[in-house]
């Protein structure tokens, strides 16, 4: 029996068959990766002979941070990755920009006992690089109901473990999430939890559309100071340190802070030869709207342009003229109230991780 003649007498349309195979195959690689979990963690208990401590050192990092990139693309499949054993970053979980797992236990469980075996996650390839998290609600009473970063000593009622949904990389894949959700799942039954999940396609969904939102919020202004003649290197760094600038880690750019934030930046320039312009640079989703970053590097612009000559000119090289100027900020006014209203402030850390 051919393949047209099984689709007539099973009644499925050449759509209807196609979801059926490729929900079979997406069942069939949930169903390998548990056992591959399965098999890394029976391995990591027999080889078990380092001490507490040691366990303890190997903490598996929920905060894997996304390799850096200039250009929005989807995420790649092809590398097997390994979990670092890292520390976390200082992010909190945040369902507006993660999908979370929940998983609730009858009696508080030891951290320790989580810990170890999360540890066994690093044996088995993961296939992504997208930034897990994991925070427990501690189970003594005496503490505040907040959720924190797992300690060995402490128990938990309750444990969230989350995945980012988007980056400027692109939204999460179906084999990422699907891999995630596989693994909170096996964790779910070694620990005896039960187990809050959202659906996957639901979660893909929201995937694209923080995509998209941060596709259309994702923008870089930018401020060119053109100078008459070209400006002797020691004189343009001396006149950007008045300014308040500092030099940059590789000594190619200069930044401007307030209070201890990266308000912006300079494009990088050669610090062995003549300056004959310079771009000031603002990544306006990383800063807060209050901070008036436009502003204030528009009025920056202005002071180094009247100090060494020069004059503020668009990317063609033509002059900055006020209309100009005016459109720029009633465009951020409206992209500054879109991040507002899809809960992702500008400057906010929520901001920080969609955008990065």
Same mark, same amino acid.
């Given at each position: 029996m051919d393949l047209e003649q099984i689709m007539t007498a099973l009644g499925l349309s050449d759509l209807q068959f196609a979801l059926a195979v490729?929900? $079979?195959?997406? !069942?069939i690689a949930v169903f390998i990766l548990n056992i591959k979990y399965a098999? *890394?963690?029976?391995?990591?208990?027999?080889?078990s002979e380092y001490s507490l401590d040691d366990r303890f050192a190997k903490e598996p990092s929920f905060a894997q941070g996304f390799a850096e990139a200039e250009d929005? =693309?989807?995420?790649?499949?092809?590398? @097997?990755?390994?979990? #670092?054993?890292?520390?976390?970053? =200082?992010?909190?979980i945040d369902p507006r920009i993660d999908c979370v797992i929940t $998983?609730?236990?009858?009696?508080?469980i030891s951290g320790a006992e989580i810990l170890e075996e999360m540890n066994t996650w690093g044996d088995v390839p993961a296939t992504t690089t997208v930034r897990w998290m994991c925070e427990g609600l501690n189970a003594d009473v005496d503490v505040a109901e907040n959720w924190e970063v797992l300690r060995p000593e402490s128990s938990y009622s309750e444990l969230q473990l989350a995945i980012q949904l988007a980056s400027r990389r692109g939204p999460i894949g179906v084999l990422e999430l699907s891999d995630f959700c596989s693994r909170a799942q096996a964790l779910a039954e070694t620990l005896g939890s039960q187990i809050d999940m959202p659906s996957v396609n639901t979660m893909l969904e929201s995937a694209? &559309? $923080?995509?998209?939102?941060? *596709?259309?919020s994702d923008i870089q202004l930018s401020i060119n100071v053109l100078f008459d003649e070209a400006c002797p290197g020691a004189?343009?760094?001396?006149?950007m340190r008045k300014r308040g600038f500092r030099l940059? +880690?590789?000594?190619?750019?200069? &930044?401007f802070f307030s209070n201890g934030t990266l308000i912006f930046t300079s494009a990088e320039i050669d610090p062995n030869a003549p300056v004959k312009q310079v771009t000031l640079l603002l990544e306006v989703p990383l800063v807060s709207h209050e901070e008036r970053a436009f502003e204030r590097m528009?009025?920056?612009?202005?002071? /180094?342009?009247?100090?060494?000559?020069? +004059? !503020?000119?668009?990317?063609?090289? /033509?002059?900055? @003229?006020?209309?100009?100027?005016?459109?720029?900020?009633?465009?951020?006014?409206?992209?500054?109230?879109? $991040?507002?209203?899809?809960?992702?402030?500008?400057?906010? #850390? @929520? *901001?920080?991780? !969609?955008?990065?």
């Open positions: 490729i929900g $079979l195959l997406i !069942l098999r *890394a963690r029976r391995n990591a208990k027999a080889a929005r =693309s989807e995420p790649s499949f092809g590398q @097997t990755i390994l979990s #670092s054993a890292s520390a976390p970053e =200082s992010f909190s $998983l609730r236990f009858d009696e508080g694209k &559309e $923080l995509d998209a939102m941060a *596709a259309e004189n343009f760094d001396a006149l940059s +880690r590789n000594g190619r750019a200069y &930044e528009l009025g920056e612009g202005i002071e /180094i342009a009247q100090a060494a000559h020069g +004059r !503020l000119v668009d990317d063609n090289g /033509i002059n900055l @003229t006020e209309a100009a100027v005016i459109s720029i900020r009633q465009h951020l006014d409206g992209l500054y109230a879109n $991040l507002e209203k899809s809960g992702v402030p500008a400057g906010s #850390s @929520t *901001a920080s991780r !969609l955008f990065s």
